[in-house]
């Protein structure tokens, strides 16, 4: 039987499973040197050239668990150990990004709530977002061009994980604006299905799912002080 752990977010209790023989990496600060432009370094496959993309990949290297389900809407949070790469799942440029953590927790701002993020609009039209970083890599910044496979941070639990364990916050949904949109980028696909087959080495596509969902809901603004 497979082990089940159990995350508290927000008072909210979901449950995970881990592959059994998997354990989590012991919980270590990101080290130092990711926000002072100091590149990351990789522990897995090296980054494909631009132009001869496999794909997509599973953003998160070394051992992980993740649920089916989210909270409030469509997203999944990887666990992983605090310090863990995560590289570009898909080839792309980076739209929006932030080493900030400018959450409070008195406020609880809406848009801050990621911490230290980033988004990636794919070479699909897809947009991945990946947030509750520890740091980003030296050369992440908007409008930067990432391959597939390349580090951009380090997991974390900036933002509103910061009483949780490590984890990566990961999102998709349409392109949309780009920026700003912080409801939409958050996540609006769930993106189980997908992150399973990128896991098992495939290159399931979200392309569908996020341009249905775009047709039936526009990018309108959010009814939620941000």
């Known amino acids: 039987?497979?082990?089940?752990?159990?995350?508290?977010?927000?008072?909210?209790?979901?449950?995970?499973?881990?592959?059994?023989?998997?354990?989590?990496?012991?919980?270590?600060?990101?080290?130092?040197?990711?926000?002072?432009g100091e590149s990351v370094p990789d522990v897995g496959?090296?980054?494909?050239?631009?132009?001869?993309?496999?794909?997509?990949?599973?953003?998160?290297r070394g051992a992980t668990s993740y649920a089916s389900a989210h909270h409030d809407y469509p997203a999944t949070d990887i666990f992983a150990g605090c310090g863990t790469l995560?590289?570009?799942?898909?080839?792309?440029?980076?739209l929006e990004m932030s080493r900030v953590d400018r959450w409070d927790p008195s406020s609880d701002r809406p848009r801050y709530r990621g911490g230290k993020f980033f988004s990636i609009a794919g070479q699909d039209g897809v947009r991945y977002y990946g947030s509750h970083l520890g740091s980003l890599a030296g050369r992440i910044q908007p409008g930067a061009t990432v391959h597939v496979g390349e580090p951009v941070g380090r997991v974390g639990r900036s933002g509103n994980a910061a009483y949780t364990s490590c984890h990566l916050h990961f999102g998709l949904?349409?392109?949309?604006?780009g920026q700003a949109d912080w409801w939409v980028r958050r996540g609006v696909v769930s993106p189980y299905r997908f992150l399973r087959s990128w896991e098992r080495g495939g290159d399931s596509s979200p392309r569908a799912?996020?341009?249905?969902?775009?047709?039936?809901?526009?990018?309108?603004?959010?009814?939620?002080?941000?």
């Open 86 to 94: 995560v590289v570009a799942p898909i080839a792309g440029t980076v």
């Open 1 to 36: 039987m497979p082990l089940r752990r159990v995350a508290a977010v927000l008072g909210v209790a979901v449950a995970v499973s881990i592959a059994p023989g998997s354990t989590l990496p012991a919980q270590a600060m990101p080290p130092p040197g990711d926000e002072t």
């Open 173 to 177: 949904s349409p392109e949309c604006g």
């Open 209 to 226: 799912a996020a341009t249905s969902w775009q047709q039936h809901h526009g990018c309108r603004p959010s009814d939620v002080l941000g």
């Open 45 to 60: 496959a090296e980054p494909t050239p631009f132009g001869t993309e496999p794909g997509r990949v599973f953003p998160v």
